[in-house]
């Protein structure tokens, strides 16, 4: 937490690539996040559930009962419609998005530069399109709005926004899927839980979500500079060295969280750190609570998750966490305890 809120003393400039605005410093990052603030408006978050619900029950909805995989089948699916429907990007595009998907997922675990790079561009070249597209007819979707910012006294340029529409979906999508998996394998897995997550209200779930993800964190780390030899927990650390915020282990800190293994949404909330904190904390926190809050709800709705006997989840490997795949069945409940 101190270098996540020592900006001055642990740079964020990590990366030779444009990020905007994880990748900038100071007044610059300053400027980028006010900029972008209206994106993310509670009011028009709130707006867009009425659409994430109907996508929720049409996908939960035609699933039925037979077995499914929570990552992939539930998981990355809804994250690209849910993203579709936030940035106002057509649905025949969802077959490219899933298949970009795996192939950043593959790509992060992989660890190799050139698959990485070929992953990056395949997504540049979607946004291009979809940028050119709006150009030749504007739009008022969110896409169109973005393009027509203004920043550093000029019209923002089309590598600044492909550079923003990258860090809203491009790690956030296979993100959303996998905190999807964490959170259909913990309802699955506390069928004690379950009538009292089904009758909890929007806040209360939001708080038990948050609990889940802190519990098995699939969002691992970033990465700061130290700007000037330091020294962090006893450690020195040289100018120019790389530190890595390892946010599960953060999230299971014994000297702050007194049974980091326990599920206790109210009294560990204050210190989760699944969002991050400090200049950086993620803005997407809103839309992505609402995401999975509204999907966990369509899912509960449709029946209790249950693992399924010699199919057991697969664990992602490191750098990644979460499930690679998670399969499931939705067992039909009583009426009254679907709410
Ligand atoms: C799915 C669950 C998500 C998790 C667990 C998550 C987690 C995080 C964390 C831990 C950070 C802090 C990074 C740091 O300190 O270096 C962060 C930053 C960020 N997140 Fe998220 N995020 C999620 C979803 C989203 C969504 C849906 C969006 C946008 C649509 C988003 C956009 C961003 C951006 C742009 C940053 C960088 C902010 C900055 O550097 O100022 N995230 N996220």
Redesign the pocket.
């Known amino acids: 937490m101190n270098i996540?809120n020592s900006p001055d003393l642990f740079s964020?400039a990590v990366s030779r690539h444009l990020q905007i605005?994880?990748g900038l410093d100071g007044e610059r990052?300053a400027e980028a996040?006010r900029m972008l603030a209206p994106f993310f408006h509670p009011p028009a978050l709130g707006a867009l559930e009425p659409t994430l619900a109907r996508i929720a029950a049409d996908l939960v909805g035609g699933l039925g009962e037979d077995p499914f995989d929570a990552v992939e089948d539930l998981g990355v699916v809804f994250a690209v419609r849910a993203a579709s429907a936030w940035l106002g990007w057509r649905d025949d595009l969802e077959p490219e998005l899933i298949a970009w998907v795996a192939e950043h997922r593959a790509a992060g675990c992989s660890r190799h530069p050139e698959q990485i790079a070929r992953s990056a561009a395949g997504f540049e070249g979607l946004v291009r399109m979809l940028i050119d597209e709006r150009r030749g007819r504007p739009s008022c979707d969110l896409t169109g709005l973005l393009m027509t910012l203004r920043w550093k006294g000029r019209r923002i340029t089309d590598e600044e926004v492909v550079s923003i529409l990258r860090?809203?979906?491009g790690g956030?999508l296979s993100?959303?899927a996998l905190?999807v998996g964490v959170a259909v394998h913990w309802v699955a897995t506390n069928p004690d839980h379950f009538g009292h997550l089904v009758a909890s209200d929007d806040a209360a779930l939001d708080r038990a979500v948050d609990e889940m993800?802190r519990l098995d964190d699939p969002?691992v780390s970033?990465r700061r500079i130290a700007v000037s030899d330091t020294v962090v927990a006893g450690c020195p650390v040289g100018a120019g060295e790389e530190i890595v915020?390892d946010?599960r282990a953060a999230n299971r800190d014994g000297g702050v969280f007194a049974d980091p293994g326990s599920f206790d949404p109210d009294g560990h909330g204050p210190d989760n750190l699944?969002?991050?904190v400090?200049?950086?904390?993620?803005?997407?926190?809103g839309?992505?609570t609402r995401q999975l809050r509204i999907l966990l709800r369509a899912v509960m709705t449709a029946g209790r998750p249950e693992l399924i006997a010699g199919h057991p989840p697969v664990r992602e490997q490191p750098p990644s966490a979460g499930f690679r795949s998670l399969p499931v069945r939705l067992a039909p409940q009583p009426t009254a305890l679907r709410g």
């Open positions: 996540a964020n605005p994880n990052h996040r860090n809203w979906t956030d993100s959303l905190c993800l969002f970033n915020l946010w699944v969002y991050g400090g200049p950086h904390v993620c803005p997407g926190r839309l992505a």
